[in-house]
């Protein structure tokens, strides 16, 4: 009776320190679309341009930073502007210096939706800038990219 007892207790702690150690981690999103949250003043993101081929689709990268282990993450970000619902298919690779990057599937935005594609956490070096940017897919036809964003030196 005593064991069983410790040993759900020592599963119950571990599962909440896991879940702690998850929800101080970045996000990472890759191969799957998430909605977008913004990291505050750590973050630089690009300029907003439409896709050439949608006036209604919008996208932009940024770059996340956490200061406390000196990491970064590249994030694409899409929105459907249009009025009413409309399903456009869209991909994006998130792509930095490091020459690694991040591809999400394939995925019907609709109609207000916004979502981003967040890649993978990177050590940032001292000295060293970080810059990414993302190459959209739409309607499996139209490819387009966004600005390039740089984050400042580390």
Not at 48 to 57: C, E, I, W
Not at 65 to 89: G, I, L
Request: aromatic residues 8%; hydrophobic residues 40%.
């Amino acid at each position: 009776m005593f064991r069983s007892t410790w040993v759900k207790t020592a599963a119950a702690g571990a599962m909440a320190v896991g879940a702690l150690s998850l929800g101080m981690s970045p996000a990472v999103a890759a191969p799957y679309w998430q909605p977008f949250v913004s990291n505050g003043p750590n973050q630089t993101c690009g300029q907003t341009t439409t896709h050439y081929a949608s006036n209604n689709v919008a996208m932009q990268t940024c770059i996340f930073r956490n200061p406390a282990n000196n990491t970064y993450q590249a994030v694409a970000v899409v929105v459907n502007n249009a009025p009413a619902t409309v399903a456009v298919d869209l991909a994006a690779h998130v792509i930095h210096t490091h020459g690694t990057n991040a591809s999400c599937h394939k995925t019907r935005f609709l109609s207000g939706q916004r979502l981003a594609c967040y890649g993978p956490t990177r050590p940032l070096a001292a000295g060293e800038a970080n810059e990414a940017w993302s190459e959209i897919t739409l309607n499996n036809t139209y490819k387009d990219t966004t600005r390039a964003v740089v984050y400042g030196r580390g």
